[in-house]
């Protein structure tokens, strides 16, 4: 079965950027999705299909996925981005849906 | 505005069947491309999609869980349900009802923890 796989946890200070990878066995051929979810919390969708952006979701989230590895990217990070965040594919060959292990973002 | 709701018990017995009703308002089930899904996460774990079913009828499950897991729709009733059987402790969880239309799960309901415990 396909998986995805995340770090566990990511630190960044107060305004700096912070940086979350999705690997799987070429995810750069797949459509990847991000979603957000705070404590106590239903997730929310942050980035679908690679790099959009839902209305309402900050400029400052942003992604990437090529070859081996997607990317979310959090640049000027802020208090209220501490949250964990998972990557989600679909996988054709399966018919099914897959979830990153996710991945504790700490705003120092 | 699309909004889901779980409903079903919070506590069941091990062996026991789950039987979860997710009602949604905002959508119809019969348009073309929409999905509704199940994902659960265990306490402190990561999320992990359990079955959808499209508007077609056609129906996905997870691979490792396909033997235990069974979702219908009706669509007059705006309702998807989702019944797991032999329910373990392990399957301990919130388990969340979402909309699909495009692959990726926008919105989802507020999830209902399920325990399972003798």
């Known amino acids: 079965s396909y998986e995805l796989a995340q770090p566990l946890s990511v630190s960044v200070a107060l305004g700096q950027t912070a940086k979350i990878t999705c690997g799987g066995n070429?995810?750069?051929?797949?459509?990847v999705h991000w979603y957000q979810q705070k404590p106590g919390q239903a997730p929310v969708v942050v980035i679908y299909?690679?790099?959009n952006r839902p209305s309402g979701i900050p400029e400052r989230f942003f992604a990437s996925n090529l070859g081996s590895t997607a990317t979310l990217t959090i640049s000027g990070a802020q208090a209220g981005d501490e949250a964990d965040y998972y990557c989600?594919?679909?996988?054709?060959?399966?018919?099914?849906?897959?979830f990153g292990t996710g991945t504790k973002v700490t705003v120092l | 505005q699309i909004t889901l709701k779980e409903s079903g018990p919070t506590l069941v017995k091990p062996t026991q069947t789950l039987t979860l009703t997710c009602t949604f308002s905002?959508?119809?089930?019969?348009?073309?491309?929409?999905?509704v899904g199940w994902i659960r996460q265990p306490p402190g774990e990561a999320l992990e999609w359990l079955a959808i079913?499209?508007?077609?009828?056609?129906?996905r499950y997870s691979p490792s869980l396909r033997s235990r897991l069974t979702i219908t729709k009706d669509t007059s009733k705006n309702q998807v349900v989702l019944t797991m059987t032999n329910m373990n402790p392990v399957d301990t969880a919130t388990y969340y009802c979402?909309?699909?239309?495009?692959?990726?799960?926008?919105?989802w309901g507020q999830g209902t923890l399920v325990t399972v415990s003798s």
């Open positions: 979402v909309y699909s239309w495009g692959n990726w799960f926008d919105p």
């Open positions: 905002g959508f119809s089930l019969s348009t073309s491309g929409v999905g």
């Open positions: 079913v499209y508007w077609d009828d056609d129906k």
């Open positions: 070429d995810i750069g051929s797949k459509n």
């Open positions: 299909r690679d790099y």
């Open positions: 989600q594919v679909w996988d054709s060959s399966t018919g099914a849906y897959v």
